[in-house]
C-alpha cells in the first residue's frame, strides 16, 4: 500500500517497506497517524497512541509493556509515535483506527566530520563520548548574540531516525526560528522523498515559518551525492576559506619548502640529519635511522611509507609524492610529517646527494590568511542532482566547510601524537556540516531584520546575494574538477 500526501514536481509518497518474518522479534517503527481520527474519548494524541498500543500488544497487557513499546509521540515534524513492534503488532496496527503508514527506524549519517568517515570511526563505536554531538550545532563562527538550542539527538548506540525526529519534533514545539541539520538518511538508489524523514519533518517546520538548513553530505565529487536536497530547505556544499596551515622544510642550503599540514605537536625539528630511504618500505632500516628526518619518495603506495615511518617512530619524515594536496587524513599526522611534490622533492634528493653533512628545519604551526583563489569546492562535498528531485537545482549555496576551527567537547581527543591522545577545547574539522552553521547563522541575522520573512524569502535572499566568483574575481573553482569553474551541480 502506497498513499500519496502531495505532489510536487518530485513524488512525495509515504511507501512501507516490511519484511516478512514470522519471528517475535521486535523493531523500531516510525507510525504515522491520521491525527483528526483521534476518538473523542482521548484528551490527547499521547493517551491515544499509548492506547492503540496497548490495544495491539502480543503480550499481556500492562503499563510496563505499553510504555516500553511506545518510544517517542510526534505531535509537529511528524503526526505519529514510534514504537518497538513485533511483525504481527505492526500487522494489527495497521488495522487500527488513524492509521496511514510506517517506516522502520533506520540508521542516520552524520555529517560532522569528515575525517572522522576517513578514520572510519563509528559514532557508536565509543571512540568518541556522546558529548559531541547536537543535532543542531550552531557556532555563534556568524550571528554572535543568537539564542542556540542544542538537541540531542545521537546517542552512544548510534543515530536513529526516530530520535532524529523527536529532537525535530521538540523543537518545533519550543518556537526555533531557524534549524540546523548535519545529518541525513542514508539514500539508496529508489528512494522517494516521502521515505526521507528530514525531508518530511522539515516541510512541517517550514509549514510554521521555520527555516531549515541542511548539509548536502561529504560524499563528493562524484554526481548524485548530494542529500537533503528537498525543495523547502536551503542545501548547503562545502568550500575552502583563505586561510591555510602550513609548515616550513629548510634546507641547509637555505631552500625551503611550504607544505600543508595540521599537525599538532610542538617540536619542530631543528638542524637534524636529513637521510634518503627510497621507498621507505623496510621498517627495520628506518629504525636505524630513526633519530635523522628521513625522507621517501612514493613509487609504491603512500599509506605504507606513513605506517611504516610511524611504526619505526622516526624523529620526523619528507613524503615525496605526485599528490598536489595530500588529504586531511595524511597531514593530521601523528609525527612531524612533511609532503611535498615531485619537483620540490627532487631538489631534496638532490641536496641529500650533494652534501657532505645534509640537513633540514621542519617548522610546524603556521598560519598564513588571505590564500588564493578561495573558496573552491572542495573534494568532499556533495554534488548534485539530488536523486529523489532531478529537476531542482540543488545544492543552493557553498558555505566554509574545510578545516573550519570550532569548538569542541574537552573530553574528547582531537588528536593523536606519538600515540598520546590530545584534547582542546576547539577543533579543526571539515564537512558539509561545518558549512551549514554559518549559513543558519547568516539565516537569523536576515530573520532578525525582517521578522515577516518566510522561509523561502530568506532562502531566496541568500541565494540571489551569494558570490559567484571567488577572492581572485574569476568563477569559483572545483578542487575535484582540476580546479575548472564549479558547475551549478
Ligand atoms: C605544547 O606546549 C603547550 C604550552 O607549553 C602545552 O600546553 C601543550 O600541552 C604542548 N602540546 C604537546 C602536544 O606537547
Ligand atoms: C620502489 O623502491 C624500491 C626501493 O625502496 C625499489 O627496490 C623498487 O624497485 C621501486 N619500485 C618501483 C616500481 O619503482
Ligand atoms: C601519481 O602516480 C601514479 C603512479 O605513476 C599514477 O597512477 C597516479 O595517477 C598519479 N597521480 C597524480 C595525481 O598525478
Ligand atoms: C639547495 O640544493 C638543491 C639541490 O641541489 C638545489 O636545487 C637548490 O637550488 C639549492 N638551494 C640553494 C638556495 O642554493
Not at 529532537?167 to 526555533?176: F, H, N, P, S, T
Not at 548524485?224 to 641547509?252: Q, S
Amino acid at each position: 500500500m502506497a498513499t500519496p500526501i502531495l505532489k510536487l514536481g518530485c513524488s512525495l509518497i509515504f511507501t512501507i517497506s516490511l519484511l516478512a518474518s514470522s519471528s517475535a522479534q521486535s523493531d523500531t517503527y516510525i507510525i504515522h497517524m491520521d491525527r483528526s481520527a483521534m476518538p473523542k474519548a482521548f484528551s490527547d494524541h499521547h493517551s491515544w497512541f499509548l492506547a492503540t498500543i496497548s490495544s495491539i500488544s502480543d503480550t499481556a497487557e500492562s503499563t510496563f509493556t505499553k510504555t516500553s513499546k511506545h518510544i517517542y509521540t510526534y505531535t509537529s515534524s511528524v503526526h505519529g509515535f514510534s514504537a518497538s513492534l513485533t511483525q504481527s503488532e505492526l500487522e494489527a496496527l495497521k488495522k487500527s483506527p488513524g492509521y496511514i503508514s510506517s517506516t522502520r527506524d533506520r540508521q542516520m549519517k552524520v555529517h560532522t566530520t569528515h575525517t572522522s568517515e576517513f578514520l572510519g570511526l563509528s559514532p557508536s563505536s565509543g571512540a568518541w563520548p556522546t558529548a559531541n554531538y547536537g543535532e543542531d550545532i550552531i557556532i555563534g563562527g556568524m550571528a554572535p548574540r543568537a539564542r542556540i538550542a542544542m538537541y540531542k539527538a545521537i546517542w552512544r548506540y548510534g543515530a536513529y531516525e526516530s530520535d532524529v525526529l523527536a529532537a525535530i519534533d521538540q523543537a518545533i514545539q519550543d518556537g526555533v526560528d531557524i534549524l540546523s541539520l548535519s545529518l541525513t538518511v542514508a539514500v539508496e538508489d529508489d528512494f522517494f522523498l516521502g521515505d526521507d524523514s528530514i525531508a518530511v519533518a522539515s516541510f512541517a517546520a517550514m509549514e510554521k515559518g521555520v527555516f531549515v538548513a541542511a548539509s548536502a553530505g561529504n560524499d563528493g565529487p562524484n554526481y548524485f551525492t548530494l542529500v537533503n536536497g528537498a525543495p523547502w530547505m536551503l542545501t548547503i556544499g562545502a568550500g575552502t576559506i583563505d586561510r591555510k596551515l602550513e609548515g616550513v622544510l629548510t634546507l641547509g642550503n637555505g631552500s625551503q619548502f611550504s607544505f600543508p599540514t595540521v599537525y599538532p605537536g610542538n617540536y619542530s625539528l631543528s638542524h637534524k640529519p636529513l637521510v634518503f630511504m627510497d621507498g621507505c618500505g623496510n621498517v627495520n632500516e628506518l629504525k636505524k635511522v630513526r633519530n635523522k628526518i628521513v625522507v621517501c619518495k612514493d613509487n609504491l603506495t603512500f599509506s605504507n611509507q606513513i605506517e611504516n615511518a610511524a611504526s619505526a617512530r622516526v624523529s620526523g619524515a619528507v613524503f615525496i609524492s605526485n599528490y598536489s594536496s595530500p588529504s586531511e587524513f595524511y597531514t593530521r599526522s601523528s609525527f612531524p610529517a612533511v609532503y611535498i611534490g615531485l619537483q620540490d622533492g627532487q631538489r631534496v634528493i638532490d641536496y641529500i646527494k650533494e652534501s657532505k653533512d645534509p640537513r633540514g628545519t621542519v617548522e610546524f604551526r603556521k598560519t598564513i590568511t588571505g590564500t588564493k583563489p578561495a573558496p573552491r569546492v572542495d573534494d568532499y562535498s556533495g554534488r548534485g542532482p539530488f536523486a529523489s528531485c532531478r529537476n531542482v537545482l540543488k545544492p543552493d549555496l557553498l558555505a566554509p566547510g574545510t578545516l573550519v576551527l570550532a569548538s569542541w567537547s574537552p573530553v574528547s581527543s582531537v588528536a593523536e601524537v606519538r600515540s598520546h591522545s590530545l584534547f582542546s577545547k576547539f577543533n579543526l574539522l571539515s564537512g558539509t556540516s561545518m558549512a551549514t552553521p554559518h549559513v543558519a547563522g547568516v539565516a537569523a541575522l536576515i530573520k532578525k531584520a525582517h521578522p515577516d520573512w518566510s522561509p523561502a524569502a530568506i532562502r531566496s535572499a541568500l541565494m540571489t546575494t551569494a558570490y559567484s566568483l571567488d577572492n581572485t574575481l574569476s568563477p569559483i573553482k572545483d578542487a575535484a574538477a582540476n580546479d575548472l569553474p564549479a558547475t551549478p551541480y
